[in-house]
């Protein structure tokens, strides 16, 4: 038997209607557990009960957005499929290693995703008080951001190490002595972006223009 | 939420109840299935979409959104001409003239390189070489940028460069640059612009 509107699965003469539970209930769990495209006019940047794969749309922006993955730090990464641009998100003091002597400068430190497939970092990052450390003294790199492996779904780091010019300058008097700082994604399961200061001049860092394409096999 | 039936207990009764379940849990499926399955050009045949549908446009070859009021392909990026920049004294173009362009998703990237035109260091501290030039008000930075650039003495343009840096903010002089002081016969007194891009306000 059939309806005039909708084909299914057809019973047969020997199914007994007792079956309905494992025929027909299991199918509603199928259906139900497919993620259901929702109308945000703010993406959901921590809240972890959207499945990886999630569709939303956006209605600022214009876009449906898929929830690549997420991670406990940064939160939600999702990717536009219409919109040039994700809204810069900031996910907070919680993707700081150390927040007790690191913290946002004036201008945050903020993501955003394309809809090719890059990740792009702009905004600073403070010393809370003093200086960076000084590379050539203390020949050790600073372990300054979280990991972005996923804690679910895909990764979005890049697909080898990447090392990134910075911009330091001095809070209150950036026009003395800009230097170059260098900062280094590592593309692994644990990896961390670490910083090297050449010096013990600066205490913020700029990460404008730091950008990757993430992932493999993406034009 | 779908609505579970359980026939053993009406079977043979009234059937409304679970006529009823089965039908809103068709329209469910209905509307989970529905996107990406209809027709192209994007939209065709699709009656009254609700905001957030997606189809598939297998003729433009990508996935329509409806926004309310049209059917909205995914944007690739282009840029518009290189325009020039007015420069404030003391400064004056270099070698290539320097220029900006803007893309249709919002952002603003800068080229060429700018000089002292005294032929002097770079003065100490920020300059404002040039101030927002930009019809429309959403083109501002949204954000202070700040990003490295390179920087060279004119006299000696390939011998010797450093490490300058670029200040975009949309607030009173719109783009500042400072540099290394290197001192000496090699202190920079030339910036090169390219590849110094912000982002404005305007949603892509």
């Keep these: 038997m059939t309806t005039?509107?909708?084909?299914?699965?057809?019973?047969?003469?020997l199914d007994p209607m007792s079956d309905v539970n494992t025929s027909l209930n299991n199918n509603w769990t199928k259906v139900e557990n497919v993620p259901e495209q929702g109308v945000v006019a703010t993406l959901p940047a921590f809240d972890f009960s959207y499945p990886v794969g999630s569709r939303i749309y956006h209605t600022g922006y214009r876009s449906t957005f898929v929830l690549l993955g997420r991670n406990s730090f940064w939160g939600n990464f999702w990717r536009p499929i219409q919109a040039?641009?994700?809204?810069?998100?900031?996910?907070?003091?919680?993707?700081?290693?150390?927040?007790?002597?690191y913290q946002f400068g004036a201008t945050p430190?903020?993501?955003r995703i394309s809809n090719q497939g890059k990740f792009i970092l702009r905004g600073s990052i403070d010393r809370v008080a003093g200086t960076y450390p000084d590379y050539g003294a203390t020949a050790t790199a600073i372990n300054l951001l979280q990991t972005l492996a996923p804690d679910a779904g895909a990764g979005i780091t890049p697909p080898m190490t990447n090392d990134f010019p910075l911009t330091p300058y001095q809070i209150n008097t950036p026009t003395v002595n800009p230097q170059i700082a260098m900062m280094s994604i590592i593309a692994s399961g644990t990896s961390f972006m670490r910083v090297w200061n050449p010096n013990a001049v600066v205490n913020g860092l700029f990460f404008d223009g730091v950008e990757w394409t993430f992932g493999i096999n993406v034009a | 939420m779908v609505t579970y039936l359980?026939?053993?207990r009406t079977l043979g009764a009234d059937l409304t109840n679970e006529v009823l379940a089965l039908n809103n849990n068709w329209d469910q499926i209905d509307t989970k299935t529905m996107a990406l399955t209809a027709g192209a050009p994007a939209?065709?045949?699709?009656?009254?979409?609700?905001v957030?549908?997606?189809?598939?446009?297998?003729?433009?070859?990508?996935i329509?959104?409806?926004?309310?009021?049209?059917?909205?392909?995914?944007?690739?990026?282009t840029w518009g001409a290189w325009q020039a920049i007015t420069l404030l004294a003391p400064f004056v173009a270099g070698a290539n003239a320097p220029m900006l362009r803007i893309s249709n998703a919002g952002q603003v990237e800068f080229g060429g390189d700018v000089q002292n035109g005294a032929q002097l260091a770079w003065p100490a501290g920020f300059s404002v070489i040039n101030q927002n030039q930009f019809a429309a008000a959403t083109y501002a930075p949204t954000q202070t940028c700040v990003k490295c650039l390179g920087c060279s003495p004119q006299a000696a343009a390939g011998a010797s460069r450093n490490i300058g840096a670029a200040f975009v903010s949309n607030a009173g002089g719109f783009l500042k640059i400072w540099a290394q002081l290197s001192g000496g016969a090699f202190a920079p007194n030339r910036v090169y612009l390219n590849g110094l891009r912000f982002y404005s306000s305007l949603v892509p």
């Design chain 2, 43 to 50: 939209g065709t045949g699709v009656v009254a979409p609700t």
């Design chain 2, 6 to 8: 359980n026939l053993h």
């Design chain 1, 109 to 111: 430190l903020q993501y």
């Design chain 2, 64 to 77: 329509a959104v409806w926004d309310g009021a049209t059917w909205r392909s995914p944007v690739i990026e």
């Design chain 1, 4 to 13: 005039p509107n909708y084909g299914f699965f057809l019973s047969t003469d």
């Design chain 2, 52 to 62: 957030g549908l997606e189809v598939v446009d297998h003729v433009g070859r990508n």
């Design chain 1, 84 to 101: 040039r641009y994700s809204p810069w998100m900031q996910p907070g003091n919680t993707i700081l290693v150390d927040p007790v002597n």
